[in-house]
């Protein structure tokens, strides 16, 4: 039969390594989680959890088991690592900016202009090929691209199976593709 969590505490109290291998196997995975969702970088996760796991080896007397479950204490105290984790790496990006500052960047007028010309006539294109596709095909490409419906949505929608949206979808694509290379 499994230990319950406040047991294990006990036994790590009692520097027991075997408890401390068992807690770390059935909640790393979950705090992981919860650290790499607020840091998303998967170095720095692993990092904070390491740090939490240590934290609650070095001083396991600090989980107080009439304040609620351990596995809310530890994601507890996976989370605000992970937050402290993010307001160092901002510090550290501001000292940067701040030590190495970006020169102006120098506008080149006639480069922006030719970067709004090539952009709207890039639109045009876009736009005639769209226009060029049959009724049927060009209606499913604008609900999905332009209003964000899923495939499932417009089937439903529409009235028609899945299969035929994705086909559909699919002929548009190679259409436009062609259209605008």
């Not at 998303?40 to 107080?64: C, S, T």
């Amino acid at each position: 039969m499994a230990e319950t969590d406040l047991e294990l505490m006990r036994r790590i109290s009692a520097r027991d390594g075997g408890a401390f291998e068992t807690l770390y196997q059935r909640y790393a995975p979950a705090c992981y989680g919860v650290a790499l969702r607020v840091l998303h970088q998967a170095f720095l996760a692993q990092e904070v959890v390491h740090d939490a796991f240590l934290a609650m080896w070095n001083a396991p007397d600090a989980y107080d088991p009439t304040r609620g479950p351990f596995r809310s204490y530890l994601l507890s105290l996976v989370h605000h690592r992970a937050v402290d984790a993010v307001r160092r790496e901002e510090r550290l990006r501001a000292r940067e900016r701040r030590a190495n500052p970006e020169p102006p960047a120098v506008e080149d007028v006639m480069e922006a202009v030719a970067e709004e010309a090539d952009l709207a006539d890039r639109r045009r294109q876009v736009k005639e090929a769209l226009a060029s596709l049959p009724e049927e095909q060009r209606r499913l490409v604008e609900l999905m691209y332009f209003r964000g419906w899923t495939q499932s949505r417009i089937a439903d929608e529409e009235g028609i199976p899945i299969g035929t949206v994705k086909s559909r979808v699919f002929a548009a694509m190679r259409r436009l593709r062609e259209a605008l290379s």
